[in-house]
């Protein structure tokens, strides 16, 4: 089955910088993958999706990246805001699979 | 456009009763799926409805079920409920295509004692 995990549980940023959130996953089939920010007592929230036949995707001051060969997808998040501190999950979903495959979170804090 | 709306936002039962929780789709949303999230196990697909007829289900026992209504909205019930049942039961909906996006819900907090 799938399984999606991430690089790193906590990430500290410092105002203003870049950041970058990794995830890896396991399932060759997964064809498209998803990003969401959750905030404290908030559900998640709809950040970016890429799908397999793409390698980059960009939003507003977000760029998802996707590395098939190693099955590794990362979320930079430009000029990162207080705004911007919450949990970060990326996801999988392979075929006509409707069920998502959620990684652990990464916690992003922005410092001042 | 009003988001995903969950009905309680918050729950405490103790164990051996049973809940009912409610999620109301974004307007022309046809799809709706249930998560569990524990600290522990993190974000978990229960299942997925779409026009009325379960489409899809994750590993959960037979206690949790569900049903969708002809408006789209979505109902989840755990019966003979246990402590390790406490966790934010989070409802997504999409248009309707397999590759749509899910839009969360709050959540409802559901507390077992």
């Known amino acids: 089955g799938e399984s999606v995990g991430l690089h790193l549980p906590t990430l500290s940023v410092q105002e203003g910088d870049n950041s970058i959130i990794n995830c890896a996953y396991s399932n060759s089939a997964s064809d498209y993958f998803i990003w969401y920010k959750q905030e404290s007592g908030k559900g998640p929230q709809f950040i970016i999706d890429i799908r397999s036949n793409m390698d980059k995707r960009q939003g507003q001051r977000v760029t998802v990246l996707l590395n098939k060969t190693v099955k590794h997808l990362s979320l930079q998040i430009a000029a990162t805001q207080p705004g911007d501190s919450a949990v970060y999950f990326c996801?999988?979903?392979?075929?006509?699979?409707?069920?998502?495959?959620f990684g652990s979170g990464t916690q992003l804090t922005v410092l001042p | 456009k009003a988001g995903v709306t969950q009905t309680p936002r918050y729950l405490i039962k103790t164990r051996g009763q049973q809940v009912t929780l409610s999620c109301s789709p974004i307007?022309?949303?046809?799809?709706v799926s249930w998560y569990q999230q524990t600290p522990g196990q993190g974000l978990q697909f229960l299942f997925e409805?779409?026009?009325?007829?379960?489409?899809n289900k994750g590993n959960f026992p037979g206690r949790f079920s569900g049903r969708q209504f002809s408006n789209s909205r979505s109902e989840m019930n755990v019966s003979t409920l246990e402590l390790g049942d406490s966790a934010l039961y989070l409802c997504a909906s999409s248009l309707y295509r397999e590759t749509d996006t899910q839009y969360f819900g709050p959540g409802t907090r559901l507390t077992v004692l």
């Open positions: 307007s022309g949303h046809r799809s």
């Open positions: 996801a999988g979903a392979s075929g006509s699979a409707r069920q998502l495959t």
């Open positions: 409805y779409f026009s009325e007829t379960q489409r």
